[in-house]
């Protein structure tokens, strides 16, 4: 009795033993093959953004239902989150900061737009990640293949600063919650809406200059101080940033995008980064042409060769010894009805005449043998 209850007592500690290790492996796992910055593309964001013609249309085109360029959600409650903008000028700078909308006056800095506008007035542009969800000094310097229509808001001179009028539960009307895609599938969903016309370089440095106070006027790190055990550096012990996690870690969010010289094709052309709707056309038209099944002479019995429309079609050869058939001539069917009658009283006619003929014949045969028996006799 005693070597049974230490037996049951073994094996339920060795099956808690293994179940704390499966645990483990998956959370590890977990932790490798996920993370919250796969949530926000910035190279995307960096695309709309050269896309938009003012800042409040860069809002929309971040929080629109239909493109879906985020997938964040911050506060875990399975919607995701309402980015909004916020902006301060300074001389020549720009600071644009896009901050999630997370409670009732909680927010929190997910990535700032840095513009510095250079002596010879070419702006430089830098999308720089917020350490607390992408690690320290993740830059994005996007390089756009035509200055960008919203270059031209800042330095207007009826410029006014643009600052989101929305916040928890006020939202704009053409806005409504939406759930949450998994990383993988957002991943795979939003670099269909990247211009990769575009050149989107990684920087370990700054380029423009801004004062601390300059920053701390619109900064917003709310949901960082409640949470401070979920921050980049936490989440993943001995890694800068989001470069050196896509490196060491298994999953690759950006391995299934386009090569270099299939992002860049030399055929389409954007107006402001954009695609017209009569060049999206022209693309979808050449893509089924470039689709379309083709034929040749191995293809299987019961397949059609494809024919083109505008070489006229040969007619085939006869052979010398071809016979032509009897021409066909179509039959109403009161036509058909007549000649089968027809046909059927000539076959009745003749089996009558048949049967008459045999009559006649035995008939003549049976007076043949009375006459023979009567000269006999």
Do not use: C
């Not at 790190?221 to 298994?250: I, V």
């Not at 070489?311 to 052979?319: E, F, M």
């Not at 071809?322 to 089996?351: F, G, I, L």
């Amino acid at each position: 009795m005693m070597k049974t209850k230490i037996g049951i007592l073994v094996l339920a500690l060795s099956i808690s033993f293994f179940n704390l290790q499966a645990q483990r492996i998956i959370t590890t796992t977990r932790a490798t093959s996920y993370d919250i910055s796969d949530n926000l593309d910035l190279d995307a964001v960096a695309s709309i953004f050269g896309d938009s013609e003012n800042l409040e249309d860069f809002e929309r085109r971040l929080n629109d239902p239909e493109n879906r360029i985020s997938n964040l959600d911050l506060n875990e409650d399975g919607y995701i989150d309402y980015l909004r903008v916020v902006e301060n000028s300074e001389e020549r700078n720009t600071l644009i900061v896009v901050q999630a909308v997370l409670g009732k006056d909680i927010y929190q800095d997910v990535t700032t737009i840095e513009i510095e506008k250079t002596q010879n007035s070419s702006p430089r542009i830098q999308v720089v990640g917020d350490s607390y969800i992408y690690g320290s000094n993740y830059i994005i310097e996007p390089v756009y293949v035509r200055t960008p229509l919203i270059f031209s808001f800042f330095w207007s001179p009826r410029y006014r600063s643009w600052h989101s009028p929305y916040y928890w539960n006020y939202y704009p009307k053409w806005y409504h919650s939406y759930r949450t895609y998994s990383p993988f599938k957002y991943q795979k969903h939003v670099y269909q809406h990247i211009n990769y016309h575009n050149s989107y370089h990684r920087s370990t440095s700054r380029n423009g200059y801004f004062s601390r106070e300059y920053h701390n006027n619109i900064r917003r790190s709310d949901f960082a101080t409640r949470h401070p055990d979920r921050s980049f550096m936490k989440r993943h012990e001995g890694m800068e940033n989001r470069n050196d996690l896509n490196q060491r870690r298994e999953y690759k969010p950006n391995s299934y995008r386009r090569s270099e010289s299939e992002q860049r094709p030399s055929t389409r052309q954007y107006q402001y980064n954009k695609r017209s709707d009569s060049e999206r056309n022209e693309s979808k038209r050449n893509e089924y042409q470039n689709h379309r099944p083709t034929y040749n002479s191995h293809s299987k019995p019961d397949s059609k060769p494809s024919v083109s429309r505008e070489q006229p079609i040969s007619a085939p050869k006869r052979s010398a010894n071809q016979v032509e058939s009897e021409k066909r001539t179509s039959v109403t069917p009161e036509k058909a009805e007549t000649r089968s009658r027809h046909e059927k009283s000539s076959t009745n006619e003749r089996s009558r005449q048949r049967t008459i003929k045999k009559a006649n014949q035995t008939e003549e045969e049976s007076k043949k043998e009375s006459g023979e028996r009567r000269r006999t006799e």
